[in-house]
């Protein structure tokens, strides 16, 4: 379960990120809503006390419309996202664990841009997470392979500030502060060899700061970025039942400091159309390297 709760976690830092990017852009002058979309990729590896390694992509579609109330701009709109990936899981027993989980679910954004280059923005997102799962498990003395599939509900928000400045040459920079909060619902499996685990609700509570500045290049410009993001709990425990009896396993947990460094670009692709790829090389807990695209398009 840590490696789905991790994966609803990429998510929700790419509506925050390239989503909240695109639909600004977007709205931008628009009389009504206008569609953005962001899409992600991530390939890394949790050490949860043993260590999960999970790839995926990440696509969040919306619609974003502006209005103006004095000299504050307010962004809002509806948010669709998806998700599928896979993941391995090696256990400190030697235990190899491998499957595919995928999402989809939908919310609503709402951000305020001020004058003085201040922003406050939030989001809120509900869905169900489908996973299945193999292993190669000890039962009774012999190994056994062993697979089940489990389905849960989730809810995932945000919240964040931040500040937008812009050089005499161009160059603008974002300082933010943002907290992820993502809720995955308990589940109960069936093995194909008749045992039953009963997953606990993983809860996770994470926070992220960075700066990321976009420096004019041409017809374009070079993106560079860097955070540090800190998750509190990310805890994924379960009770195993078999023979008769009950056993609460280990319980992995996503909890302790992670650094990241980001290079992108900014293309304008058409005299409507631009496009944010930007790629991210993760150290600390999580490790590894995630990339995301944001397209804006005016009609």
């Keep these: 379960m840590t490696g789905t709760a991790a994966f609803l976690g990429a998510s929700g830092d790419l509506i925050a990120g390239g989503g909240m990017t695109s639909a600004s852009a977007e709205a931008s002058g628009a009389s009504g809503f206008a569609p953005f979309a962001a899409v992600g990729g991530s390939s890394l590896r949790h050490e949860t006390g043993s260590h999960v390694n999970v790839r995926g992509m990440n696509l969040a579609v919306g619609f974003s419309r502006e209005v103006m109330r004095g000299d504050d701009r307010i962004l809002f709109g509806p948010i669709v996202e998806y998700g599928r990936g896979s993941y391995d899981s090696y256990l400190d027993n030697g235990t190899h664990g491998e ?3 995928h999402y989809v679910g939908g919310g609503l954004f709402l951000k305020q841009e001020q004058k003085g280059g201040v922003f ?14 193999e292993a190669d498990l000890p039962v009774g003395g012999i190994t ?6 489990t389905d849960a509900n989730y809810i995932g928000a945000h919240l964040g500030l931040g500040h937008t400045t812009t050089a005499a040459s161009g160059t603008e ?7 992820f909060y993502t809720h995955q619902n308990g589940a109960s499996a069936t093995l194909s ?16 700061t960075g700066a990321r500045w976009t420096i004019p290049q041409g017809s374009g410009a070079l993106i560079l970025g860097t955070s540090l993001q800190y998750e509190f709990k990310g805890d994924a425990g379960a009770t195993y039942h078999t023979g008769g009896f009950s056993y609460d396993t280990a ?5 302790g400091l992670s650094g990241s460094l ?21 150290a600390g807990k999580q490790r590894g390297v995630t990339f995301k695209a944001g397209f804006d398009w005016r009609f």
């Design 144 to 149: 056994r392979r062993a697979s089940y599939d």
């Design 262 to 282: 980001e290079l992108g670009y900014r293309a304008n692709l058409s005299k409507n159309a631009t496009a944010d790829l930007s790629v991210e090389g993760w």
């Design 173 to 179: 920079r974002e300082l933010y502060l943002r907290y």
């Design 99 to 101: 499957g595919n989980t």
């Design 120 to 133: 406050y923005e939030g989001s809120l997102r509900l869905g169900r997470m489908s996973t299945d799962y």
């Design 251 to 255: 319980s992995p947990s996503l909890k």
């Design 193 to 208: 060899t008749g045992d039953r685990y009963d997953f606990h609700a993983v809860d996770s509570h994470r926070v992220r």
